[in-house]
């Protein structure tokens, strides 16, 4: 049996390299036959933060990597022509889409639905056997419970409307074999994005301080659901697998579930498409969060006990002092950002440059709840996960990966 031809779009600094990693692994056999990146960036050299771990993968005869600019609609067609020699790309994993959480809805527009719609457009013209799109954890759900596939939950602000309208316009193709992937906050080896990597750079700064890493938000029940890399490329991989075979009817009438409309009803007839309100979309959505239940407590004390200190709330005179300040992001970075800086500037052996940074911004700042249940994917799809809980191996792999690599600081003791 042959090995399918895979083409993933975007996601270089978010997840694409780890799915790439396990296809093409660095010691082990391939599970495609070939695999073909298409990003924005350049990787030689490097124009965003990729790890030292990719640079080795592209050295492999089965990978090749494309600079395209997405939101030019001929290139991403040009893109699904395959390499010489090669047959028609199998699956498609889509990766794409703006993740700064402050940009504006004209940008998300452009950058997150137009470019994921007429990537569907284009696989589902080209039949491709497996359409994956990644969905991150930009919704707010209620803090009880975990919550499955089938509840309404509200995406959160510009980004969440709009990544969450880019789940309706794919479901509206009708042939495209698509399989929605919702995962929780993401962490893993070479993941300098997200706020648990940023919360284990703060952690290590107040462990170095000899202090207690202090929190904005009350201890209450706060889920932030996580996920490691590993899970999310395997989680990708186990949903073109299952989708293959099917097709996007039969795949529906097993896992399909209703794509609820969070939108201004207005925006239907302004942005390009963008299906009516009132259209009843169904596509395969899956969640994927590991089993460890995480909340803002528990991921707080599993980092600062990490680095070996100790995790707290601000009092509520602190808290609302600190609240009533416009500058209250500045104030909070100034606990740390300094310290983080002379733990690098004192590093030995030196860090010339490092992609890792103490500062939060507002999004890490914000509360945000998000709580998903796992158990559909694993029914379904059987799959496994490779690291269900986020503890202190998870949290050593990933920080000895970044020493290894020279971005991480190593002080004398
Ligand atoms: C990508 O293409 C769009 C549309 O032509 C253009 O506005 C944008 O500046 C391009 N981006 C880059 C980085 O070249």
């Not at 998300?108 to 990537?119: A, F, G, N, P």
Request: hydrophobic residues 40%; glycine residues 6%; negative net charge.
């Amino acid at each position: 049996m042959s090995l399918p031809n895979v083409l993933v779009f975007g996601g270089l600094n978010t997840c694409s390299r780890a799915l790439v990693g396990f296809l093409v692994p660095l010691d082990g056999e391939p599970l495609v036959s070939h695999v073909r990146v298409v990003d924005k960036f350049s990787v030689e050299p490097p124009t965003t933060y990729i790890g030292a771990e990719f640079p080795k993968l592209l050295k492999k005869p089965e990978l090749e990597y494309r600079q395209a600019n997405l939101t030019v609609p001929t290139t991403i067609a040009s893109m699904f022509d395959p390499p010489e020699g090669q047959s028609a790309y199998d699956y498609v994993f889509d990766f794409t889409g703006e993740i700064q959480f402050d940009r504006t809805e004209m940008i998300q527009i452009d950058r997150t639905c137009q470019v994921s719609r007429r990537i569907g457009l284009e696989a589902a013209k080209r039949k491709v056997k497996s359409y994956i799109r990644l969905q991150h954890p930009f919704y707010e759900t209620s803090t009880k419970g975990s919550h499955n596939e089938k509840e309404d939950i509200k995406p959160d602000g510009v980004a969440g409307t709009w990544w969450h309208e880019t789940l309706r316009m794919l479901a509206a193709i009708e042939d495209l074999n698509l399989v929605i992937l919702r995962v929780g906050f993401v962490y893993g080896p070479y993941t300098n994005w997200g706020p648990i990597a940023s919360a284990m750079t703060v952690a290590s700064v107040y462990g170095h301080m000899k202090k207690p890493m202090k929190s904005m938000w009350s201890p209450g029940k706060n889920p932030t659901h996580s996920v490691h890399t590993e899970d999310v490329a395997g989680g990708m991989w186990a949903c073109a697998q299952w989708m293959a075979p099917l097709g996007r009817k039969e795949a529906d009438s097993l896992a399909g579930e209703i794509i609820i409309f969070h939108n201004e009803k207005s925006k239907a007839g302004e942005v390009e498409g963008m299906p009516s309100p009132d259209k009843k979309l169904i596509a395969p959505l899956f969640n994927l969060v590991d089993d460890s239940n995480s909340t803002l407590l528990s991921v707080g004390q599993t980092v600062t006990s990490f680095f070996g200190t100790s995790f707290e709330f601000f009092n509520l005179v602190e808290n609302t002092v600190l609240k009533l300040k416009s500058d209250a992001v500045e104030e909070i970075n100034e606990h740390h950002v300094g310290g983080w800086i002379e733990m690098i500037s004192t590093s030995n052996p030196p860090i010339p440059n490092t992609p890792l940074s103490a500062y939060m911004d507002k999004y890490a700042l914000e509360k945000h709840v998000v709580a998903f249940s796992n158990t559909k994917l694993l029914e379904v799809t059987g799959y496994k996960l490779k690291k269900p809980q986020l503890n202190h191996d998870t949290v050593k792999e990933v920080v000895d990966k970044w020493k290894e690599e020279g971005t991480w600081p190593i002080l004398d003791a």
